[in-house]
């Protein structure tokens, strides 16, 4: 499936901005070869009579720029440039530099006009106002097919961002697997998994429970959510290794690594940091206020995920099994309608109230800080206790800390492909224009369920991308607040998901699985289960 879905990613990309360059194109929308007027003071009093270059502040009137462009700028426009003049052709040329603060519509321009943040044109002159200052106009120079120009920066933008994370990996692979490699030789991997047997052995029936494999996936699900993710990756890399090793069609994803993934792709983290972190920089009064909200959102990721996976492992249902299928989902329905009706009665009857009382004591913030010190003393907490216990087994401590550094490195560089695919796919996607396209045509399900229209982005981005879900919220708590209801919500749903075509890609790389199964779908539905869920105690909390 996975091969549909980076292939539909290339096709969207691809089509959106072939389209939108055609209606661009259609309509003018940059104004190619029109002039734009404007009044312009130099630095010096000009002189027609010789070549020079002056610097120069040019004073575009809101009015001019919003009719030229269609745009809505809220106030006048003064750029500083330069204006290069050539008497015996009477041309005069300007260069000016855009920024953040620049109209949107020629950031977009520059991007693709050579430098990013360059633009150049020519300059008309109308009137003298005195000897350094004129009215005239601009004619920028040509755009055209500006979204393909982007699609292809992006393509190659993209590929060097994912060589970059794998060669970036590369030290925390050697670091995390050398210390793992100490570990199982010593028997502490081994002694671990047997303590979790009970709950391992239920979401992983076809790993044995002294498996290596157990205690890779026990250590990559802890790291996750004490938010260790420079631990947590080596772990689950390391894990699919282990995993692999059972598995009797190579290539294939087996139930093991699709359970292992959906766990992965729910993202349950106790204290989403990263989240806490940009609130905080944007200013908010409590910027843990989305630690619970986030443990909801995971809450029901995790669930929905982990009962997809479960589901989609069955079929295709081979003749004759229908009937025992039928008879131990009824079995595990009714086990779980006894534990909802279980918590209902405890809310209602009074218990959870008495519950409470007793736990009172832990306060989020208190919470927060425990969480924070695990988070703290964790990783020199891990090298220590592995590599100590090695020691005390005799095991050659040093010898083998080299060994599975050296399988880092490897697995580091093997996964180089697959990031540079799924990235640069994913990054034509966005260039393109297709997120907009999706966002338009799922708004009318987002304004039913009753989630923000500028949450959608989030929402869409997410699963897709780290950096561009961290950028988009960054931007919605800039516009919005941190903490309004859009602020919140956004900062949950980062909390609440995992970047999962990320996940696929690294983590299956690592073993050279093609075929997926059901790992993307129930990854999928693990995301929207968490939006939803995000989307539900955000609005019961703060709406």
Excluded at 311 to 322: D, M
Excluded at 341 to 363: D, E, R, Y
Excluded at 408 to 425: C, D, E, S, T
Excluded at 503 to 516: M, P, S
């Amino acid at each position: 499936m996975l091969n549909y879905v980076w292939l539909g990613l290339l096709v969207l990309g691809i089509g959106a901005a072939v389209s939108t360059d055609i209606i661009h194109k259609s309509q003018n929308k940059f104004r190619n070869n029109q002039p734009l007027p404007v009044l312009i003071e130099f630095s010096a009093p000009f002189d027609k009579s010789a070549d020079k270059t002056y610097d120069v502040k040019i004073l575009i009137k809101q009015s001019n720029f919003n009719s030229f462009y269609a745009e809505d700028v809220s106030e006048d426009i003064l750029i500083d440039g330069k204006l290069a003049y050539n008497h015996k052709e009477q041309k005069t040329s300007l260069f000016f530099k855009t920024n953040s603060n620049s109209p949107k519509i020629w950031q977009n321009m520059a991007a693709v006009t050579g430098e990013k943040d360059d633009l150049t044109g020519t300059v008309r002159f109308t009137e003298f106002i005195s000897p350094s200052i004129t009215s005239g106009s601009i004619i920028l120079e040509e755009v055209s097919f500006i979204k393909l120009k982007q699609v292809t920066n992006s393509a190659l933008d993209y590929a060097s961002i994912a060589v970059n994370i794998a060669l970036g990996l590369i030290g925390i692979m050697a670091l995390w697997l050398g210390v793992m490699k100490v570990a199982e030789d010593a028997g502490l991997i081994t002694i671990i998994a047997k303590a979790l047997k009970p709950i391992t052995t239920r979401l992983f029936p076809d790993v044995p429970a002294d498996h290596p494999a157990m205690g890779s996936m026990i250590m990559n699900i802890s790291a996750n959510m004490l938010g260790l993710g420079n631990a947590a990756t080596p772990f689950g890399l390391k894990a699919m290794e282990e995993l692999d090793q059972l598995n009797p069609k190579k290539g294939t994803a087996t139930n093991a690594m699709c359970t292992f993934l959906a766990i992965n792709t729910a993202g349950m983290t106790l204290i989403p940091a990263t989240a806490i972190a940009i609130r905080a920089s944007a200013g908010s009064s409590d910027p843990a206020i989305i630690i619970g909200t986030s443990l909801f959102g995971a809450f029901c990721a995790t669930v929905a995920g982990l009962t997809a996976v479960k589901i989609l492992e069955k079929f295709p249902i081979r003749k004759g099994e229908l009937g025992t299928r039928f008879r131990k989902s009824l079995k595990a329905f009714t086990i779980l309608l006894a534990l909802i009706a279980l918590a209902v009665l405890i809310i209602f009857s009074g218990l959870g109230s008495l519950v409470g009382s007793v736990f009172s004591f832990v306060t989020p913030d208190l919470f927060k800080r425990i969480i924070q010190i695990f988070s703290t003393v964790a990783i020199p907490l891990l090298i220590i206790l592995f590599i100590g216990y090695g020691a005390i087994k005799k095991v050659k401590v040093y010898e083998q800390f080299v060994e599975g550094a050296k399988e880092g490195f490897q697995i580091a560089v093997r996964i180089i492909p697959y990031l540079v695919a799924m990235l640069m796919a994913i990054g034509i996607f966005r260039a393109g224009g297709a997120m907009e396209w999706l966002i338009y045509i799922l708004r009318p399900m987002t304004d039913f369920i009753g989630m923000p229209a500028e949450a959608l982005p989030m929402a869409l981005m997410r699963p897709l991308s780290g950096s561009g879900s961290l950028g988009i919220m960054a931007e919605i708590m800039a516009v919005h607040g941190p903490d309004s209801f859009i602020g919140i919500l956004v900062s949950t749903f980062f909390g609440s998901t995992e970047t999962t075509f990320y996940v696929l890609a690294v983590y299956f790389g690592a073993v050279n699985v093609k075929n997926t199964r059901h790992a993307l779908p129930a990854g999928l539905i693990a995301d929207v289960s968490g939006i939803l869920g995000a989307v539900f105690i955000v609005k019961l909390l703060f709406g």
